[in-house]
């Protein structure tokens, strides 16, 4: 009964969002407990879809969590015309796509005081998605009075702007075969005096240029030329910038000649110029990876020291 209630109200939220439920299943929680799997999708182009996991006892009509999971999901239509809904540029030029997420967030099984997710992201260049990294997202008691709830729709946004974050600091490595990596959630991404997350302090260039390697890999390389969407509240907030900051940014890019604007300015595609900078953005991404590979003492490996 818990589910049939929970599948009409995601299914009328997701109808006021442009979105249709094409299906539903059963799913289990990392520490036990039912979750429901709902495959939503663009309702003008069903081919588009994405997963929502939500927990079978999840209050879906609570008024403080309503207006929320209705802007994840008006969000989640936007993302969705794009041609690669699941992938996200780093600031270090990284094409990273997230998927394998297990949702909610479970309590830690080793006595540690924190609440876990985990997930997987994949470099996307183009070629074979070999490269990955297997990551456990962990929040601590005080960051987790900050969340709502800690399903998906209230989660999505700040974990993976964090995993963009942890990339772009090195500490995640990826690798062909692993071990599950941390990616530690803290207070220090959220400022309690503007009430909001914050993960970098940009300049106007870097999200100009942030934006420019957006549209070379999502559209260029990984759509198709299909167009991507420039306003993602999703890299306003990685950027601690604002919405208008990033159509500032395309309107330079537009102005330079590198893009062209689609639906009005909300979408963009590169334009051979952009595409021509294939060498340059390749070398920025040889770059970032050699960043992330783990750095070791030679004299330790020679063992020239005393331990």
Known sequence: MMSEV?????GAAAKSAG???????SGEKYSGGATTKFTLALAVDPKKTQLLELSEGFEFGRTDLKAEVAEYLAESAKRLKNPRPDCYVTLHGLPLSFGKFGWPFHESTSGADTSLVHGEVRLEDGGESVLHAKIAASMTVTFRDIVA????????????????????????ELVKSGNRQPVPLTTRYYSARQKK??????????????????????????????????????????????????????????????????????????????????????????????SIKPAFNEEMRSGLTNM
């Open 197 to 290: 997350f914050v993960f970098n302090d940009t300049t106007q260039e870097q999200r100009k240029n942030f934006l420019a390697a957006k549209v070379f890999w999502l559209s260029g390389v990984l759509g198709g030329g299909e167009p991507v969407w420039l306003l993602d509240p999703r890299d306003t907030q990685y950027l601690d910038a604002s919405v208008e900051d990033l159509g500032l940014a395309s309107k330079e890019l537009a102005a330079e000649g590198l893009m062209q604007w689609v639906d009005g300015a909300a979408y963009g595609v590169p334009t051979p110029k952009l595409m021509e900078r294939r060498e340059t953005y390749a070398t920025e991404l040889a770059h970032a990876l050699n």
């Open 6 to 10: 929970l599948a009409v109200q995601v």
């Open 149 to 172: 709830a800690p399903e998906q729709p209230f989660a999505e946004s700040f974990i993976y702007n964090a995993v963009r974050k942890t990339m772009d600091q090195g500490q995640l």
């Open 19 to 25: 979105l249709v439920v094409v299906s539903s299943e």
